[in-house]
């Protein structure tokens, strides 16, 4: 709940005038959908995924910045193993897709708030989707999703000198999916690298061995514990340098967004992507 009460000040500002429902079509021309008598939306059609789905309230990011509101003023309480349910069934339909927080006038930071109730829920015993709780564990046990094993992570890499080279400024975080799945965007990623090192464009680099998961899908479903051990070990590993670049979009979400925000020793480095 600690997490969640940060955001009380926010959930406050949310005058649920449910501007985050929309998106922009593209055609500055179309009728609007206009909910209010007298009230267009130029241009916009729903876009809320969630909310589109299933068509209740709740769905869309409004509802959920006051079901969050209500859990802080006591109104809801996850307590209650029936109540922590019926919020997760909403909860969890939302992709974070970030929508809400582009479309919110006044700048909430909605996939946030959304995540932190999350983790409130967790923390107060919700039932969690086997495969999610699967992911946690697996990660939680060999510091990745596949349960693939840690010694095996760089046996992609072509150029062996560039696996943990001392002499390097610049490190490239690989992550999981790319070491382990799709090694054609690792090597054509140290391709890139490699070209630009010898060019002089770049400094020396390297590609660690003892990289763990970024844990993005445990800080999207809630389950910080684990999250946040993976957290601390990159950030110890990956602050010795001046630059890390990512090859995963969603690697470099976590690492810059989550690590800076989470992180107590403070993110070091700056991420590239």
């Given amino acids: 709940m600690e997490i969640l009460e940060s955001f009380h000040d926010d959930l406050f500002k949310c005058i649920h005038c449910r501007a985050c429902r929309f998106a922009y079509s593209g055609e500055p021309n179309r009728k609007g959908l206009g909910e209010h008598e007298g009230t ?12 589109i789905e299933f068509g209740w309230e709740g769905y869309w990011n409004a509802g959920r910045m006051w079901i969050a509101r209500a859990v802080l003023e006591g109104d809801l309480d996850i307590k209650d193993p029936e109540t922590r349910q019926q919020i997760y ?5 939302c992709p974070t897709c970030g929508l809400c927080s582009m479309q919110c006038e006044n700048n909430l930071p909605t996939v946030p708030i959304n995540e932190a109730l999350r983790a409130a829920l967790v923390e107060a015993g919700v039932e969690l989707l086997p495969k999610h709780k699967g992911l946690r564990d697996l990660i939680d046990a060999k510091n990745n999703p596949y349960n693939e094993e840690q010694a095996e992570r760089c046996d992609w890499v072509t150029d062996k000198s560039k696996i943990d080279n001392p002499n390097a400024k610049l490190a490239y975080y ?3 999916t790319a070491a382990y799945r799709m090694n054609d965007m690792a090597r054509a990623t140290e391709q890139i690298l490699g070209k630009l090192y010898k060019k002089g464009y770049i400094p020396d ?14 800080f999207r479903t ?10 601390n070990h990159n950030v110890d590993v990956f602050n010795k340098y001046e630059t890390v670049v990512y090859s995963c979009a969603g690697c470099y979400r976590t690492m810059k967004l989550d690590y800076e925000r989470f992180a107590k020793q403070g993110v070091k480095y700056n991420p590239k992507h």
């Fill in 222 to 231: 809630g389950q910080l514990d684990v999250a946040f051990k993976v957290m």
């Fill in 205 to 218: 680099y390297t590609i660690l061995s003892d990289e763990v998961c970024c844990g993005s899908v445990i």
């Fill in 89 to 93: 069934e909403i909860l969890y339909r």
């Fill in 174 to 176: 690989v992550g999981c």
């Fill in 40 to 51: 267009l939306y130029e241009g916009m059609i729903d876009g809320c995924p969630a909310g």
